[in-house]
C-alpha cells in the first residue's frame, strides 16, 4: 500500500488549497483517514481525520476553517484548507490506518506535501 499526497502550494494569506491523497494496492477497507503536519521546528500534529462512518474530527485551530472529507471508492481524502494563515505553514502529511488487504491490516503514511502560507 502507497499513499500519494499531492495538492500543496504557496499561497497569500486568507486564500485556499485543498490536498488529495489516495492510497493504491488492493484494499478492502480502511479504518480512519487524515492529515497531519509538522512545521520546521515542531512536532508533527493532527490536523483533522476522518472515520469509517464518515465523521469529522477536527483540530482546535483549523475548526471552521478546514473540512475533510473521503471517498472510499477511490480510497482517497481530501483535505480543503480556507482562510490560511501564516501559521498553516508546514509539511503535510496523510495517514490511513486499519488499512485491510489480502494479507494484513497496517497503517501508512504518505509523503509530505509543503504547504507554505505567505502574510
Known amino acids: 500500500v502507497q499513499l500519494q499526497a499531492s495538492g500543496g502550494g504557496l499561497v497569500q494569506a486568507g486564500g485556499s488549497l485543498r490536498l488529495s491523497c489516495e492510497a493504491s494496492?488492493?484494499?478492502?477497507?480502511?479504518?480512519?483517514m487524515g492529515w497531519y503536519r509538522q512545521a520546521p521546528g515542531k512536532q508533527r500534529e493532527l490536523v483533522a481525520y476522518v472515520d469509517n462512518s464518515d465523521n469529522p474530527h477536527y483540530a482546535d485551530s483549523v475548526k471552521g476553517r478546514f473540512t475533510i472529507s473521503r471517498d472510499d471508492a477511490k480510497n482517497s481524502v481530501y483535505l480543503q484548507m480556507n482562510s490560511l494563515k501564516p501559521e498553516d505553514t508546514a509539511v503535510y502529511y496523510c495517514?490511513?490506518?486499519?488499512?485491510?488487504?489480502?494479507?494484513?491490516?497496517?497503517?501508512?503514511w504518505g509523503q509530505g506535501t509543503q504547504v507554505t502560507v505567505s502574510s
Open positions: 494496492g488492493i484494499i478492502f477497507s480502511i479504518d480512519n
Open positions: 495517514r490511513s490506518t486499519g488499512v485491510t488487504t489480502i494479507r494484513l491490516v497496517g497503517d501508512y
